[in-house]
């Protein structure tokens, strides 16, 4: 498995790339080149420079450092929803394709109505109901998008259930618990993976949206999404406001989705076995 790993190109840049990313947000108080919160009004829209790589915004602000520091919220977010909702999703999902009759029948008809309305609509709905906060944005992504994880992970379990092994583990008698995660879970792995690297891109997205929109991050905290928001009041006088925030979640998206593929190649069964 490891050789297989180092051997693609693809995961392996993709891997270190969001590690380093990971790694310069975390750092952010090291590496930012000025505070990210400090203000000079008098300095606004000032060019790139040594002090200012990427300039200053229309409050003066060091563009750069707050997109360092705009990683983290950014970032952290969407792996926080990403795992709420693939858990979430995983664990209806295994229960729903192993045991089948009723468990199945309660679960995916919650799916069914789960996935009967937009999910961007939803989105908004619930952020609306329950406030604008950052907390609220997380439970509203995790409540509207685990049905579409439990529908997939359902039938790649269906896939697994009546193999050789799994029949064999319930001849001789072992638990149930040890099926599932002995035998069926890592018959999924490969599948989870894909799942959460498309999840976190999804992830990023939405939360860059919410916050764009004003229903997310709020300033002056700095993150992608709140950047392009506060850029789009200067963008008809200073429209490359908007190109170092644009430019970070798109590069960041795909590269989550690039590594999805490159990882699902990596741990596709079929493959390991050649």
Not at 80 to 95: D, N, V
Not at 168 to 180: A, T, W
Request: hydrophobic share 55%; proline share 5%.
């Amino acid at each position: 498995m490891k050789e297989r790993f180092f051997r693609n190109r693809t995961a392996v840049f993709t891997v270190v790339f969001v590690l380093l990313v990971g790694l310069v947000g975390i750092l952010a108080p090291v590496i930012a080149p000025n505070d990210p919160y400090e203000t000079n009004i008098l300095n606004k829209f000032a060019s790139y420079s040594l002090q200012y790589p990427l300039g200053t915004d229309q409050l003066g602000r060091c563009v750069l450092s707050r997109m360092i520091y705009g990683i983290r919220p950014t970032l952290g977010l969407a792996l926080l929803t990403m795992f709420g909702t693939i858990s979430l999703g995983a664990i209806l999902g295994i229960m729903a394709g192993y045991f089948r009759g009723i468990v199945e029948e309660v679960i995916m008809r919650v799916v069914d109505v789960m996935l009967s309305f937009p999910s961007q609509i939803m989105v908004f709905a619930v952020v609306a109901l329950l406030g604008v906060s950052v907390q609220n944005v997380i439970i509203a992504n995790v409540f509207i998008k685990w049905a579409w994880y439990a529908r997939m992970i359902r039938t790649g379990v269906m896939q697994y259930r009546d193999r050789n092994f799994v029949q064999f583990s319930r001849c001789v008698g072992m638990p149930e618990r040890f099926i599932l995660f002995r035998h069926l879970l890592p018959s999924i792995t490969s599948d989870l993976v894909v799942l959460a690297s498309l999840d976190v891109g999804w992830a990023i997205i939405n939360i860059s949206t919410l916050s764009f929109l004003g229903l997310g991050v709020q300033a002056p905290t700095p993150e992608w999404g709140a950047m392009l928001n506060e850029a789009k009041n200067v963008m008809t006088s200073n429209p490359v406001q908007m190109i170092a925030p644009g430019i970070a979640i798109v590069v960041l998206v795909c590269v989550f989705n690039l590594m999805g593929d490159a990882l699902r190649d990596v741990l596709d069964p079929k493959e390991v076995q050649k």
